[in-house]
Each structure stands twice: as C-alpha cells, then as structure tokens.
C-alpha cells in the first residue's frame, strides 16, 4: 500500500502539529500491522513534485507498506483498534491516499527477506 500524506498544521485536537497526530497514529498503527503480518518498507518526506501539478500533488510524507494480503489489510483497517488509531489520523492528516498496489519488480530485496 502507497500512502500519500499532507499534514494539518496544527492537530485537530490541539495537541501539537499534524505530524505530532500522526506520529501518535504511526505508535498504535504500528503495532496492528505487524499483528496482520505487514511491514513498513519505506518512508520519507515528500520534498517536491517532479512530474505533475505541484498544486494538485502536494503531499509532505510517504510510505510504503506490505502486507501479505488485501484481506489482512482489510482487517486491519476494519478493527475495533484501528478505530482508535483512525482518529489521530483524521488529527493530523488533511489529506490521505493509500494507493494498492501489486509488485511487479522490487530491488528492495533486503525488505523482501525480512518478512
């Protein structure tokens, strides 16, 4: 799964930056990825649009996360924990995509072994 990520300046709830809220989602999230048997492969700061509306596309972080299958993700997103997470979420985050997507070529073959 691809997230795309563009933070609210300030929480929702007050407490501190977007990113503040999304680190308090990433710490419980975390957590439920692994249980579902995923893994964070990568993530980093989006520092500028290379191709595109940079207008449209103005993410500020990425992340790239595996899981061993739509369902487990699925399950994941539909668990009663999650709920909780999701709020720190919607704190911190004024725009969030997750794209699915399937490999076709990785030379990330460190991140494959490590499952």
């Known amino acids: ?7 609210r300046e300030r929480s929702l ?3 501190g ?23 964070i492969i990568w993530t980093g700061d989006a520092e500028a649009v290379a191709l595109g509306e940079a207008d449209r596309h103005r993410w500020d972080y990425v992340a790239l996360v595996r899981y061993p299958s739509r369902a ?3 399950a994941m997103m539909r668990s009663p ?3 909780v997470a999701n709020v720190e979420r919607e704190n911190g985050c004024s725009d969030h995509a997750i794209v699915a997507t399937r490999q076709t070529y ?3 073959s460190e991140a494959r072994t490590k499952e």
Request: proline content about 0%; overall charge positive.
């Open 1 to 7: 799964m691809l997230n795309l990520m563009r933070f």
């Open 13 to 15: 709830d007050g407490k």
């Open 17 to 39: 930056s977007g990113w503040d809220a999304y680190l308090r989602y990433s710490a419980l999230t975390i957590k439920l990825i692994k249980a579902q048997g995923g893994t």
């Open 72 to 74: 487990a993700f699925l």
């Open 81 to 83: 924990e999650y709920a």
């Open 106 to 108: 990785s030379n990330l």
